[in-house]
């Protein structure tokens, strides 16, 4: 089915490890975001990418990083995992990427639970 | 920066009823996109349906109806006839018209509704 694929689903890290979360849609779409989401909390952005070969810092990127591979892939990676990075992450896209007065809404993938300890 | 408040943690309806829930939010802007999105326990966030701040009519979505009052910068989900299916968080959302830091979401804390058979 077409989509937002991210993989894996789930994880368990030491604290200190690193880890690559991946991220593929298959609908040719500009945009592609990473949030987090924690307990009693609405998704906050990590980072986002606008268009191939673009990111750009979002709500709370401190501890991360990310790659845009091409159109299809948006991975995010943790160096160095903290126990204060346990969340559900989700990956994004969106078909605008740098046009204003569109309201395509995000499709989002199915997140993928990560635990620290 | 934009706030999303969503003042009820849980609500519980029975079902083939009507239950409303609440998002207000904060903005300087007047022209922006909100959304409710819903996310079952499968994770998947869901759009369920959107509003431009432009329209003076409120969004309807088969069940799923909204109250979108621009002055109290308020936006209600209505949803009728609730489903058992209908059991899942619901996250109110906001976007700028403006192309800014990629179109990203604001995301509400969320409401967990629950559907009583």
């Known amino acids: 089915n077409a989509g937002v694929t991210q993989t894996p689903k789930f994880q368990v890290l030491k604290t200190g490890q690193s880890m690559t979360l991946q991220c593929a849609q298959d609908m040719n779409h500009n945009s592609m975001y990473w949030y987090r989401q924690d307990p009693g909390m609405g998704l906050r952005l990590i980072y986002y990418s606008a268009s191939e070969g673009t990111t750009d810092k979002g709500e709370v990127p401190n501890g991360y990083n990310v790659s845009r591979l091409n159109k299809r892939e948006f991975s995010l990676r943790l160096e160095s995992a903290a126990p204060s990075q346990t969340s559900v992450y989700f990956c994004a896209s969106r078909p605008e990427g740098l046009t204003t007065g569109f309201d395509q809404p995000q499709h989002f993938g199915d997140g993928t639970r990560l635990s620290i300890l | 920066a934009q706030t999303v408040t969503q003042s009820q943690p849980e609500m519980s309806v029975q079902e083939a009823e009507t239950v409303t829930l609440s998002c207000t939010y904060d903005t300087s802007e007047s022209d922006y996109y909100l959304f409710w999105y819903k996310q079952p326990p499968s994770r998947q966030m869901i759009l369920v349906i959107r509003?431009?701040?432009?329209?003076?009519q409120n969004a309807t979505e088969n069940r799923f109806s909204v109250n979108f009052q621009k002055a109290a910068k308020s936006f209600s989900l209505k949803i009728s006839d609730s489903q058992l299916g209908d059991a899942a968080m619901y996250f109110c959302?906001?976007?700028?018209?403006?192309?800014?830091?990629?179109?990203?979401?604001?995301f509400g804390g969320g409401t967990r509704l629950m559907v009583k058979p």
């Open positions: 959302a906001y976007r700028s018209w403006l192309n800014n830091a990629g179109n990203m979401l604001t």
């Open positions: 509003q431009e701040a432009y329209k003076q």
